[in-house]
């Protein structure tokens, strides 16, 4: 939904996406004055942010010239080595708050030998037992 005052602009600018042909997509965007005409659109680095206007449509176009869904745009953005390696170093970090966690958990668990080593599951069910052990013993 287009938030234009005119609702003849919202029907001028949904049928610029009718076209599957980004130079007649473009056209029209600057017909129905989505776009200024003086803007450089050429390949040759005008535009905004390093890309040309034609690109960005082109971009923002899935196949067939339809606009891309959100399912799409978030598809491809974490297509991206940038977005894998910022996910990867995120879960990282979550894997290694979650192994202190169980670290600071078992150093308050008895066990003999003291240092032995025990598995996560381990860990929990040792947990219970002992919650249960020191509930049993305040109700005594």
Same mark, same amino acid.
């Given at each position: 939904?287009?938030?234009?005052?005119?609702?003849?602009?919202?029907?001028?600018?949904?049928?610029?996406?009718?076209?599957?042909?980004?130079?007649?997509?473009?056209?029209?965007?600057?017909?129905? @004055?989505?776009?200024?005409?003086?803007?450089?659109?050429?390949?040759?680095? @005008?535009?905004?942010?390093?890309?040309?206007?034609?690109?960005?449509?082109?971009?923002?176009?899935?196949?067939?010239?339809?606009?891309?869904?959100?399912?799409?745009?978030?598809?491809?953005?974490?297509?991206?080595?940038?977005?894998?390696?910022?996910?990867?170093?995120?879960?990282?970090?979550?894997?290694?708050?979650?192994?202190?966690?169980?670290?600071?958990?078992?150093?308050?668990?008895?066990?003999?030998?003291?240092?032995?080593?025990?598995?996560?599951?381990?860990?929990?069910?040792?947990?219970?037992?002992?919650?249960?052990?020191?509930?049993?013993?305040?109700?005594?």
């Amino acid at each position: 939904m287009m938030l234009s005052p005119d609702p003849q602009a919202e029907t001028d600018l949904g049928s610029c996406w009718a076209h599957s042909d980004p130079e007649t997509v473009l056209s029209d965007l600057k017909a129905g @004055g989505c776009l200024s005409s003086d803007e450089p659109m050429d390949d040759s680095g @005008g535009g905004g942010g390093g890309e040309s206007g034609k690109m960005m449509i082109i971009k923002s176009l899935g196949q067939g010239g339809a606009p891309l869904t959100r399912e799409e745009k978030r598809r491809r953005r974490r297509a991206t080595a940038k977005y894998r390696s910022a996910h990867a170093t995120r879960e990282r970090i979550r894997v290694e708050a979650f192994n202190v966690a169980f670290a600071e958990l078992r150093k308050l668990l008895p066990t003999l030998p003291p240092d032995k080593k025990l598995s996560k599951i381990e860990i929990l069910r040792l947990a219970i037992c002992y919650i249960s052990y020191l509930n049993h013993v305040l109700d005594v």
